[in-house]
Nanobody, 124 residues
């Protein structure tokens, strides 16, 4: 069973950057496909980004494409989300998730493990 712990959230001005990290333990990290999701107050959880276990492919929500970059370091059991050009509408709790096998990477119900989330607040 894998445990995921996110970090790196905080308060940033619009146009700024943050890098989120998600450290995994208790499983074979390199065997998991990894995703980032977010949930703003009063809204449903939404897909942000996904990276395959081998880093061979990445996928992004249209709302973050060109601004966010997902990456992973299998030696450090960590997945990252570099967020640039942040906007107030990016404000949310950000969660990382792991899936042993997945075809629909944007569907949160397909993931097996979730972290507790980290708050990102972007001020205007």
């Amino acid at each position: 069973q894998a445990q995921l712990v996110e970090s790196g959230g905080g308060l940033v001005q619009a146009g700024g950057s943050l890098r989120l990290s998600c450290a995994a333990s208790g499983g074979t990290f390199s065997s998991f496909h990894m995703g980032w999701f977010r949930q703003a107050p009063g809204k449903e959880r939404e897909f942000v980004a996904h990276i395959r276990r081998s880093s061979s492919n990445t996928y992004y929500a249209d709302s973050v494409k060109g601004r966010f970059t997902i990456s992973r370091d299998n030696a450090k059991n960590t997945v990252y989300l570099q967020m640039n050009s942040l906007k107030p509408e990016d404000t949310a709790v950000y969660f990382c998730a792991a899936a042993a096998w997945i075809s629909t990477w944007s569907d949160g119900s397909r993931y097996d493990y979730w972290g507790q989330g980290t708050q990102v607040t972007v001020s205007s």
